[in-house]
């Protein structure tokens, strides 16, 4: 139907549909606000630079994009995965040419109108105007008309226009064949579909993985510094910190003002241990953050994921013990301008643990609760409080929650598993192997669950088993420190002492410091090896680490017994004595020493004897030679003792220390040594590991068996302060009267605490955000994320 002006009325079938499409685009808008809590993203000036330009600048650059999409419709040429910051210049003025696009864009749009309102066929214009409608309507919310938008310009928000142009394409091809050639017409149409298909081809090839289409993106331009930080970040994901460095500098060339790309510089500074440059770039993007205004809102103004650089710079300087206050500071800061923001709760509860105020990272860790009550890493760090509190059934009510919220939250079934073991309950036991268990299914490369495992199979005396899971863990970890000890101890006290001396060299060989491995390996060397060179080595070893150490001090004047010099082992006991004058079997070891000497003085002939006992000695060996009066201590020349090696071990479950006896071959029919090692067994009980020597008649009964405790070590347990750790019972000396087991649930537990490592300024990356979780100390997340240390 025409009007008395020309004017087409469109048919009642398009108006519907019409109507019906601006509804429901109206209604999908609504709906997005509506899941956006009726809020607007957050952007930074860089996601859209139009979007802070003042006026006509602003006005004149919205036009002009819109014209950009237009053309990028008619000709797909240079296309790029990010539009953002500098990409497209601003139009600053009416008299910019690029004025002339815009111009351009408005007529063909308004032309097709026109022609829709005028056109005698109604069935003609209403395919006109649909096509229109298709185009323009679904663009309208990403045009920044209405409202400021992230980007510039994106490629994606043009699926759906694309609809309408398509059906403005048919309809143009379907014009072209009623006046030309269908020969000529459907030529052009086979050419623009050939180079439509190549482009797409070439295009997938662009898309093979991020590194390939940033750099794709950097072809077409080299004013945007989003694409040089994605290819670093790129770059950074394979490990390739340097080039990555590079990249992230020319971000900064670009945009010396970009937040983020400061915040990668620091970063990877970090990642090449290069702190104090990493240090500088974090506070050179905390001072480019906007400050704050009276009467206006910070946390509205400033970008949330730019507060993670208050995140890598707390997490940075607080390596440096010393500057814990400081990155408490920084935490409290970022809490001040974001009050939810969970990740800077989680850090700052770290460092309060540090200092050792666990009641404030309670009080923390309880806060951030109220704007995340379904984090598991919150749970889990509560757990971990309240471990460090002492209190145990409260940590693993929190670890059990945490798991309640994540099944799979590793950190807590591990240390979930260990609490349950260190509970000592049968029943406990399991449900604690079962969570290793289901760790295990998900990662069979985890050295540490092996261990667990091995730890709970002793506990349940099945050492075959306790073997194979030990050996798994030295497998996969070949410096594992606890694994190595334990599986040399169980080996040892399995009647095996030549396979556990491999391990324990392998132990010494990674970890020089470790006592306890010494002082077995030692013992090792004495009683079935029969290397005493090597034996003294490892006990003068010790002495080097602790010159006080008892027992290696001890096991070292047993060595000078074996090779009968015994005024160097009578210097040596009387130098122990000194050191701990309560201990009653130097005294006795000591007495037996000097009348052996004695009756070799006053004997005849024995030459040989004589010489080896008097050779070599160095009275300034122990510290100046012998400060007290022997014979002021002698109670009984003929009285003979039993020779002692003292053995300090310790596992995640048992401390006890015994002390090793027997005796010593001797010419003159006195009582001497055989160094023989006394190891715990699965059951608590002790064997003796080595064979005594053909030995004449003591002079005097045999002193009963002393024992003393042995540590068995935890996986968690640093060298120095638990090699340095000497359990004493409560009663007398070292006689115990049986073993005494103990249990250090602190010392056990691994209590890894969940923290956010140093985040990088994040880019619209075209992929899914990557969550990087459960980080080793000291690493870097490319994304906010729960990691851990």
């Known amino acids: 139907m025409t009007t008395p002006h020309g004017i087409v009325w469109w048919p009642h079938e398009a108006t519907k549909r019409l109507v019906v499409l601006v509804v429901t685009t109206l209604a999908l808008l609504f709906a997005r606000l509506q899941i956006m809590g009726s809020q607007l993203p957050v952007f930074t000036r860089f996601d859209n630079p139009a979007s802070v ?7 004149l650059t919205y036009n002009y994009l819109a014209s950009v999409n237009l053309w990028l419709l008619l000709f797909p040429c240079d296309l790029c995965c ?26 063909l749009i308004g032309t097709l109108v026109w022609i829709s309102f005028t056109h005698d066929n109604r069935q003609k214009a209403a395919v006109i105007i649909m096509g229109l409608a298709f185009m323009i309507l679904p663009f309208l919310p990403a045009s920044n008309l209405f409202f400021p938008v992230g980007f510039v310009i994106a490629e994606r928000v043009l699926y759906m226009p694309s609809m309408g142009f398509c059906i403005l394409v048919a309809y143009g091809f379907h014009l072209l064949s009623e006046k030309w050639s269908k020969k000529c017409t459907w030529s052009l149409l086979g050419l623009l579909l050939l180079s439509h298909s190549l482009k797409t081809y070439t295009r997938n ?21 989003k694409l040089f930080n994605n290819v670093g970040h790129a770059l950074e994901a394979e490990g390739d910190f340097v080039r990555a460095l590079e990249y992230f500098h020319k971000a900064v060339e670009v945009q010396e003002d970009d937040v983020g790309a400061h915040i990668n510089v620091g970063r990877t ?38 507060l993670n650089v208050f995140l890598n710079l707390a997490n940075l300087i607080s390596k440096n013990h010393t500057r814990l206050e400081e990155a408490d500071m920084l935490y409290r800061q970022a809490i001040s301008m974001r009050a939810d923001y969970t990740q800077a709760y989680i850090n700052r509860g770290d460092i309060l643990i540090k200092l050792n105020r666990t009641k404030e990272a309670q009080e923390v860790y309880e806060r951030a609760l ?22 145990a059934s409260q940590a693993l009510a929190y670890l059990d929650k945490a798991l309640e919220f994540d099944p799979e939250h590793e950190q807590a079934l591990l240390n979930s598993a260990i609490l349950l073991q260190e509970l000592g309950r049968a029943e406990l036991r399991k449900i604690a192997r079962e969570r290793l268990l289901k760790l295990l299914a998900k990662d069979d490369e985890n050295e540490r669950v092996y261990f667990n495992l091995g730890m709970l199979a002793m506990d349940d005396h099945k050492t075959e088993e306790a073997e194979h899971w030990f050996r798994r863990a030295v497998h996969l970890k070949i410096d594992f420190r606890s694994a190595l000890f334990n599986l040399a101890l169980l080996l040892a006290d399995d009647h095996r002492p030549l396979e556990a001396a491999p391990f324990l060299n392998q132990l010494v060989k990674h970890h020089p410091d470790h006592t306890k491995g010494l002082i077995l390996l030692g013992d090792i060397y004495i009683n079935n090896i029969k290397d005493l060179d090597a034996a003294e080595n490892c006990y003068k070893r010790i002495l080097q680490l602790d010159p006080v150490n008892i027992q290696g001090l001890h096991n070292l004047c047993v060595v000078y017994v074996e090779r009968g010099k015994l005024a160097q082992a009578q210097a040596c006991l009387s130098h122990a004595h000194q050191l701990a004058p309560t201990e009653d079997y130097i005294l006795k070891h000591l007495q037996i020493v000097q009348t052996r000497i004695n009756r070799l003085k006053s004997s005849s002939g024995m030459e040989k004897e004589k010489e080896i006992a008097f050779a070599e000695f160095d009275p300034n060996e122990f510290g100046g030679g012998i400060a007290i009066d022997i014979n002021t201590i002698i109670m009984n020349n003929d009285k003979a003792f039993v020779g002692t090696t003292t053995t300090k071990t310790a596992t995640d479950n048992t401390i006890t220390e015994q002390k090793q006896q027997n005796y010593i071959n001797s010419n003159d ?21 080595g064979s005594k020597k053909a030995q004449l008649p003591p002079t005097a009964p045999q002193s009963s068996q002393i024992a003393e405790p042995i540590f068995i070590e935890s996986e968690a347990m640093s060298s120095k302060i638990h090699d340095d750790y000497h359990y004493r019972p409560s009663n007398s000396g070292h006689s115990n009267g049986g073993q005494t087991m103990s249990r250090n649930i602190n010392s056990n537990f691994h209590y890894n605490r969940k923290v956010i490592k140093s985040i990088s300024q994040q880019h619209h990356h075209v992929t899914n955000t990557r969550k990087a979780r459960q980080q080793q100390l000291g690493s870097d997340l490319d994304d906010p994320s729960s990691g851990m240390s």
Do not use: C
Request: no cysteine.
């Open 53 to 59: 330009s003042p006026t006509p600048t602003r006005q």
């Open 82 to 107: 990010d539009w953002t910051m500098g990409t497209v210049p601003l139009v600053e003025s009416i008299s910019d040419v690029r004025n002339l696009g815009t111009l351009a864009g408005y007529l």
């Open 205 to 225: 090839y662009d898309w093979e993985n991020e590194y390939s289409i940033f750099m794709s993106g950097l072809k077409v331009n080299q004013r945007n510094a």
């Open 269 to 306: 500074y970090n990642h090449l241990k290069m702190f104090k440059e990493a240090e500088e770039a974090y506070l050179r993007a905390k001072s480019l953050l906007p400050k704050a205004k009276p009467g206006e809102s910070y946390q509205a103004r400033i970008a949330p994921n730019h």
């Open 370 to 391: 109220l704007y995340d009550s379904t984090n598991p890493d919150i749970y889990y760090n509560l757990g971990v409080v309240f471990l460090e509190q002492g209190k």
């Open 669 to 689: 029919g006195g009582g001497g040594f055989v160094a023989a090692s006394v190891i715990p067994s699965a059951t608590g009980t002790s064997s003796f590991s």
